[in-house]
């Protein structure tokens, strides 16, 4: 049976010389893995440069239940991104958030909210003329909250420091070296709740940017079972300084 569906490709790799197996998120069916063939064939009917990480799909696949590799019908660019593969800062930022969310969505199930987040995220990075070099760490600590463990604020008051490990913040320095002292925690929580239109407004040099892409990266480490090491963000570290 045919469904047409909204996807967000997490990975690809290679089957065979002309075909790949693609792994994405989709507003139906969470996770799935597509066998798609001919991909580099000069008139693919689904060319490869639209299988790129985090690209947006439409799409119309087939579906069977407890199947690994289901098959695709059609799947074409919605939108067709206008500026994430031709700049290098946003392009360098789209491929470690790639890395990050590859690592931390799991289901196979449906979550429409999580979904809808990503995509409407990466749809406003594309048409925001210019490129935010607060993004991809605004972009996370919001993305914490559709994987489940948001930061707690409600009751901050004069709690200086957010522990990482809790995910709350303390008035009280936590015996553990996995804590925020309070300006880089003023940051970390004006990144949670700015909304994206306004985050070029928080204003952050270079080394403090890279303390809390660092700081973030060991808050999913501790949330997310299975995280691993992050490779893509020295690149991205690089391309930002």
Do not use: C
């Amino acid at each position: 049976m045919l469904h047409k569906i909204r996807g967000i490709v997490l990975k690809t790799t290679l089957y065979s010389e002309s075909s790949v197996i693609a792994q994405v998120f989709t507003d139906k069916f969470g996770i799935q893995s597509y066998l798609i063939n001919g991909v580099k064939k000069p008139k693919a009917k689904i060319p490869m440069n639209v299988l790129q990480p985090l690209h947006l799909l439409d799409m119309v696949v087939y579906y069977k239940a407890n199947t690994q590799l289901q098959r695709v019908a059609e799947a074409r660019p919605s939108p067709v991104f206008r500026t994430i593969p031709y700049e290098v800062i946003k392009n360098t930022m789209v491929q470690f958030l790639n890395e990050v969310l590859y690592k931390s969505i799991r289901q196979q199930h449906t979550d429409e909210n999580l979904f809808d987040f990503i995509y409407n995220a990466v749809s406003w990075f594309d048409e925001h003329e210019e490129p935010s070099t607060n993004f991809h760490l605004a972009f996370l600590l919001k993305l914490s909250k559709f994987l489940g463990f948001a930061p707690h604020a409600q009751t901050r008051n004069d709690q200086k420091y957010f522990d990482l490990q809790e995910g709350e913040f303390t008035s009280l320095i936590p015996v553990h070296p996995n804590f925020i002292a309070k300006t880089e925690a003023d940051y970390f929580l004006a990144l949670f709740t700015t909304p994206f239109e306004k985050i070029n407004e928080i204003k952050l040099n270079n080394a403090t940017r890279r303390f809390l892409l660092d700081k973030i990266l060991i808050f999913y480490a501790l949330h997310t079972a299975s995280f691993g090491q992050i490779k893509s963000h020295q690149v991205l570290e690089e391309v930002l300084s």
